[in-house]
């Protein structure tokens, strides 16, 4: 649709695809941080989308789809950046009617940006020579907060996964994950009873790091399944998208099927475009594993005494039986004594 007409400098890759009805979509991939010039690759498309009448769908909040009570320094940032925010400012100010915003994390409960970056600036500023009591007051609360945040997700958000990304075993990485969590405070966290060399305090923070990338990536997924719906739903002709580069791989991969690809001009990129869990599902298995090994031997060893285990409730149970059984044995000696007198 646009390839040819402008210089594409400013975007790290672009996909023009046409099905058999004549249905074109053009999607632009940036990297939301990159810092643009006054004029730029997406100012110059601005007067190209309003001419073509197209329906544009840009990464932005879809409960924050206009400029209302935007302050004018925030505008200039968004106007200095990425590019598809560059995009929805002057379209929104001139009242383009098919401006349609489909990021829905923030609508539908998931972590806001700034929130994910906090938390792991956090995190990965533990080291494994940091003992637990200088990080554990302040890991505590953000530990609440993705916990409940992954549970939010397995009840709600992951039942309405579906195709490309319905087979996705994100359930059961999650509820390992949680496991893992909710056991592994009850060890020593100082000690290295799971890894030799390995605290159990530091791999409880990994643990916690690879459950909010699991959240992160879930988010984009979702995002990326919003997307998927507008477009197929759509009756518009001529589609263009603005987004990050990771839903354009993704994107490229999903209709490379059922789309005749007119130009690709983007670097496929394996990493950005994977959609499995981050975590390794046996590994984490064998974490639980060793977890509850470690917890049940330290349970038995404030047990008492084996010696002192002939009242537990399996030995009065071993002893009733055997009691019974001697009792049982004596009234048949005494039987058989009688018949003999008699």
């Known amino acids: 649709m646009f390839s040819q007409e402008v210089d594409l400098t400013d975007v790290m890759g672009t996909i023009f695809l046409k099905n058999k009805t004549n249905k074109q979509i053009q999607i632009f991939g940036e990297n939301h941080a990159t810092k643009l010039k006054k004029k730029n690759t997406f100012t110059e498309l601005v007067p190209l989308i309003e001419e073509a009448k197209c329906l544009v769908l840009v990464e932005h909040s879809t409960i924050l789809c206009n ?30 009617p098919k401006l349609v915003c489909f990021d829905n994390r923030l609508e539908d409960g998931f972590f806001t940006g700034m929130e994910e970056s906090q ?132 994107l490229y991969i999903h209709y490379s099927d059922t789309y005749d690809i007119h130009t690709k001009n983007f670097e496929f990129d394996g ?20 977890i509850e090994d470690l917890l049940k031997q330290s349970k038995a060893a404030n047990s008492p005494k084996s010696a002192k285990s002939a009242n537990s409730p399996a030995n009065s149970a071993a002893n009733s039986a055997a009691n019974s059984a001697a009792k049982s044995t004596k009234k048949k000696k005494k039987k058989k004594k009688k018949s003999k007198k008699s």
């Open 67 to 96: 400029l209302e009570g935007t302050p004018p320094e925030i505008e200039k940032m968004m106007l200095a950046t990425g590019g598809g925010d560059t995009i929805f400012v002057n379209l929104v100010k001139s009242k383009y």
């Open 119 to 250: 938390y792991m600036r956090m995190l990965v500023s533990i080291t494994p020579d940091m003992k637990p009591d200088m990080w554990q007051e302040k890991v505590k609360v953000v530990l609440s907060e993705i916990m409940k945040k992954a549970k939010f997700i397995i009840k709600r958000i992951l039942p309405k996964f579906t195709y490309p990304y319905h087979e996705l075993e994100y359930v059961k990485h999650l509820s390992v994950q949680i496991m893992i969590l909710d056991n592994i405070t009850d060890l020593d966290l100082n000690a290295d009873t799971i890894y030799n060399g390995f605290p159990n305090g530091y791999l409880f923070i990994q643990i916690i790091i690879n459950l909010l990338k699991n959240i992160i990536r879930i988010g984009s997924l979702y995002v990326d399944l919003n997307l998927i719906n507008l477009i197929d739903e759509s009756k518009e002709e001529k589609i263009v998208v603005f987004t990050g580069k990771n839903h354009l791989d993704r």
């Open 271 to 290: 990493e950005t475009s994977n959609v499995l869990p981050v975590n390794d599902f046996g590994t984490d298995l064998s974490i639980l594993q060793s």
